[in-house]
T-cell receptor, first 115, second 113 residues
Framework: DTGVSQNPRHKITKRGQNVTFRCDPISEHNRLYWYRQTLGQGPEFLTYFQNEAQLEKSRLLSDRFSAERPKGSFSTLEIQRTEQGDSAMYLC?????????????FGEGSRLTVL | GEDVEQSLFLSVREGDSSVINCTYTDSSSTYLYWYKQEPGAGLQLLTYIFSNMDMKQDQRLTVLLNKKDKHLSLRIADTQTGDSAIYFCAELAPPSNTGKLIFGQGTTLQVKP
């Protein structure tokens, strides 16, 4: 399967711990997006990369959150000093952007539960 | 700012048509999308419409766009139990070169046999 892959699928952690999620996009895609989805809500934009450059960060992305895409391929999203309010599904999506529709292909998400 | 609103729940009988509605606020959005999310799965793109169109049909799916009222709808003909899922409306947020989508809160479609 050559879709967007996210790991781990589910992470349970205690408040105050750090967690890291990984996203492997579709190989030829130059853009990668991170979204957060809480129960009963639609996905909310967090940040996106074009190749290795992080081009935009949402106000939702506090200083405890950091995302990287070091070689323009996979990406990591790290949350430091987790809080219960960080509990959510973290979705990664990729696209091959040349303008136009820029269809996003989503992974199955990484669910974070902070106890 | 951008905002996308949807009704939260729709229940239909198998074989009936389903119509899911969405309103958006940004009149400069160039593309509008419908995504489907099944339990435990990621979002799957169903269809999209360019803002200069008012209708798009794709097999059982019909998208209607009323740009004046900023209203988008998704009609599913002959709804099946396998169509039960959450449906998200999304707009391509300006400036469109970010490729960033703004999603509604989703409509849960329940299809009764």
């Amino acid at each position: 399967d050559t879709g967007v892959s996210q790991n781990p699928r589910h992470k349970i952690t205690k408040r105050g711990q750090n967690v890291t999620f990984r996203c492997d996009p579709i190989s030829e895609h130059n853009r990668l997006y991170w979204y957060r989805q809480t129960l009963g809500q639609g996905p909310e934009f967090l940040t996106y990369f074009q190749n290795e450059a992080q081009l935009e960060k949402s106000r939702l992305l506090s200083d405890r959150f950091s995302a990287e895409r070091p070689k323009g391929s996979f990406s990591t999203l790290e949350i430091q000093r987790t809080e219960q309010g960080d509990s959510a599904m973290y979705l990664c999506a990729s696209s091959f952007w040349t303008g136009g529709t820029g269809e996003l292909f989503f992974g199955e998400g990484s669910r974070l539960t902070v106890l | 700012g951008e905002d996308v609103e949807q009704s939260l729940f729709l229940s239909v009988r198998e074989g009936d048509s389903s119509v899911i509605n969405c309103t958006y606020t940004d009149s400069s959005s160039t593309y509008l999308y419908w995504y489907k999310q099944e339990p435990g799965a990621g979002l799957q793109l169903l269809t999209y419409i360019f803002s200069n169109m008012d209708m798009k049909q794709d097999q059982r799916l019909t998208v209607l766009l009323n740009k004046k009222d900023k209203h988008l709808s998704l009609r599913i003909a002959d709804t099946q139990t396998g169509d039960s899922a959450i449906y998200f409306c999304a707009e391509l947020a300006p400036p469109s070169n970010t490729g960033k989508l703004i999603f509604g809160q989703g409509t849960t479609l329940q299809v009764k046999p």
